[in-house]
């Protein structure tokens, strides 16, 4: 029902900014609510940050809260996440997920639909 694509992803230095987006297809995507997990290696896939269908309710996780902005255009099928003052630690491939609900979940396995990735390498 969804496809989703990833892109924004590349290799920056701590401290600079990065804007991820989702553009995903169908015309159902203003129903769905969206996620952003991110995933390194040897590690369980994160949570991020989480929009409602509407984009009126977010949530983010705590080692982003602050520095990372979950948006989302519903007339242009597409979800965003700016990042802001990046980490080492925030390296990782970052996935876009969508969940067939108003409500996000912080649980990937909530989720229905999910995009390829997109690498981002944070160097010290």
């Known amino acids: 029902q969804v496809q989703l694509v990833e892109s924004g992803g590349g290799l920056v230095q701590a401290g600079v900014s990065l804007r991820l987006s989702c553009a995903a297809s169908g015309r159902t995507f203003s129903t769905y609510a969206m996620g952003w997990f991110r995933q390194a290696p040897g590690k369980e896939r994160e949570f991020v940050a989480a929009?409602?269908?509407?984009?009126?309710?977010?949530y983010y996780a705590d080692s982003v809260k602050g520095r990372f902005t979950i948006s989302r255009d519903n007339a242009k099928n597409t979800v965003y996440l700016q990042m802001n003052s990046l980490k080492p630690e925030d390296t990782a491939v970052y996935y876009c997920a969508a969940r067939r609900s108003y409500w996000y979940s912080s649980y990937p396995r909530e989720y229905d639909y999910w995009g390829q990735g997109t690498q981002v390498t944070v160097s010290s």
């Open positions: 929009i409602s269908s509407s984009g009126g309710n977010i």
